[in-house]
């Protein structure tokens, strides 16, 4: 308990900033990065802050999203449209929501995480392995598809990232990406700052753990633009690329496919 005490202080000391207001309204792409961690000091971060809350991970997200986060992994899946047995990793898998969707539709999962904490508290009967999703210990071109969910502002870098999911994906594959946004209507988006900067991390630090859950709004900011990412995969060999915005746009689904 000392340990994960003091992980929470040091989180607290690294995230603790107010959140939302302007900082919000400039948009994700614009936010200011430079307060947060970076580089080996954001992995070691995010791998122990994940391992803090994994036990509370699954109730947290169902609270927080009125349980819509259901429904953005089925429609997630449903986007991968790949054919019975075919192998799927699903990176940052957490405690194995995706993994069981994928099992369910009769596709082969394999879940890699950093977050020995996540893997520990997953309840799934794939194959599980802890991996860092910038060195996958994979073959090139030897998996059908790969899911991720919610984790793209957690890597180090996402350039990285987009190259070595290329990697391993065959031609023709699919990739199915799911991430937070925020609303273009003004009002919309107003509203969705207040509740992600200011009463997500009241919920987030009642159920679990606090330190972690003021970070999280404050993580968007490493997300480039749309624009951006999606030149970045289509750069990476991929084809087809689509974002589609979900929930009103408090969600963002990347879909591509393997050139």
């Given at each position: 308990m000392t340990r994960r005490r003091g992980i929470g202080r040091k989180l607290a000391a690294s995230f603790d900033r107010p959140v939302g207001g302007d900082s919000y309204d400039r948009g994700m792409a614009g936010r200011d990065v430079d307060d947060l961690p970076t580089g080996d000091t954001k992995v070691k971060a995010v791998q122990s802050m994940f391992d803090t809350i994994a036990p509370r991970y699954d109730l947290v997200n169902r609270v927080m999203t009125f349980r819509m986060d259901v429904g953005w992994r089925r429609r997630a899946l449903r986007e991968l449209d790949l054919p019975h047995g075919s192998v799927v990793l699903d990176l940052a898998c957490g405690t194995g929501d995706l993994c069981r969707g994928l099992a369910g539709l009769g596709l082969r999962p394999v879940g890699m995480d950093m977050s020995y904490g996540m893997l520990a508290a997953a309840t799934v009967t794939n194959p599980l392995a802890q991996a860092d999703a910038l060195q996958l210990p994979v073959a090139d071109g030897v998996v059908d598809g790969v899911t991720c969910g919610f984790a793209l502002r957690n890597f180090r870098e996402l350039d990285p990232f987009f190259a070595e999911v290329?990697?391993?994906?065959?031609?023709?594959?699919?990739?199915?990406?799911?991430?937070?946004?925020?609303?273009?209507?003004?009002?919309?988006?107003?509203?969705?700052?207040?509740y992600f900067g200011k009463v997500v991390p009241v919920i987030g630090g009642l159920l679990s753990d606090p330190a972690?859950?003021?970070?999280?709004?404050?993580?968007?900011a490493y997300l480039p633009s749309p624009d951006e990412m999606l030149a970045n995969l289509a750069g990476h060999g991929f084809e087809n690329v689509q974002r589609t915005l979900l929930s009103t746009g408090i969600a963002q689904l990347i879909t591509a496919t393997r050139s």
């Open positions: 290329a990697r391993v994906v065959r031609p023709a594959g699919r990739i199915s990406l799911l991430e937070v946004a925020e609303p273009a209507n003004p009002v919309l988006r107003w509203g969705h700052g207040i972690a859950y003021r970070y999280l709004p404050r993580s968007v």
